[in-house]
T-cell receptor, first 114, second 112 residues
Framework: GAGVSQSPSNKVTEKGKDVELRCDPISGHTALYWYRQSLGQGLEFLIYFQGNSAPDKSGLPSDRFSAERTGGSVSTLTIQRTQQEDSAVYLC????????????FGEGSRLTVL | GENVEQHPSTLSVQEGDSAVIKCTYSDSASNYFPWYKQELGKGPQLIIDIRSNVGEKKDQRIAVTLNKTAKHFSLHITETQPEDSAVYFC???????????FGKGTHLIIQP
């Protein structure tokens, strides 16, 4: 497709389980971001990938969170041993080359931890 | 790190009236100031942006103003319409950074 694709769109899990969220960026975009949006809150930066450089992980809230980007394209955000406070919408965005202008966001993955 | 404050958190205006949303930031080296609109169930989408070498930019009913001395910038929407109802986020690219720092958002409600 032409836009950023995220899956699943909705995920309900039990506390303590691991979850994986997937992001497929726009073809040709080398920069990829993950943000978290909690209810009524702004967009919290999690992690940033740029080409083959080491990712900027400075926004990850704990060591239960990790992300990888294989082949410079698809990215997976993994949350281990989920907690109720992890419930949020996880948004992925991509841009052509570093931050040169517009970020293109996916529709997000809504995670609910029971 | 950069601190972005956005006000108000909720704004209700009558259809046809104007709406103004304001943001302040802390890093004087910040050089790029976009505004994003998020409709229900969607990801945010860029609606207008301004760079530090200009003070105002307009696109039809939407305008953004920037005051670098005071470190604040504002979004102005004139002749509001029902489809303007959404959450609006301001953002800043701090000097030397690779990503955006977002405000907490403003829920704009257009009353018919």
């Amino acid at each position: 497709g032409a836009g950023v694709s995220q899956s699943p769109s909705n995920k309900v899990t039990e506390k303590g389980k691991d979850v994986e969220l997937r992001c497929d960026p726009i073809s040709g975009h080398t920069a990829l971001y993950w943000y978290r949006q909690s209810l009524g809150q702004g967009l919290e930066f999690l992690i940033y990938f740029q080409g083959n450089s080491a990712p900027d992980k400075s926004g990850l809230p704990s060591d239960r969170f990790s992300a990888e980007r294989t082949g410079g394209s698809v990215s997976t955000l993994t949350i281990q041993r989920t907690q109720q406070e992890d419930s949020a919408v996880y948004l992925c965005a991509s841009t052509r080359n570093r931050y040169t202008g517009e970020l293109f966001f996916g529709e997000g993955s809504r995670l609910t931890v029971l | 790190g950069e601190n972005v404050e956005q006000h108000p958190s909720t704004l209700s205006v009558q259809e046809g009236d104007s709406a103004v949303i304001k943001c302040t930031y802390s890093d004087s080296a910040s050089n790029y100031f976009p505004w994003y609109k998020q409709e229900l169930g969607k990801g945010p989408q860029l609606i207008i942006d301004i760079r530090s070498n200009v003070g105002e930019k307009k696109d039809q009913r939407i305008a953004v103003t920037l005051n670098k001395t005071a470190k604040h910038f504002s979004l102005h929407i004139t002749e509001t319409q029902p489809e303007d109802s959404a959450v609006y986020f301001c953002a800043v690219v701090p000097g030397g950074a690779d990503g955006l720092t977002f405000g907490k958002g403003t829920h704009l409600i257009i009353q018919p």
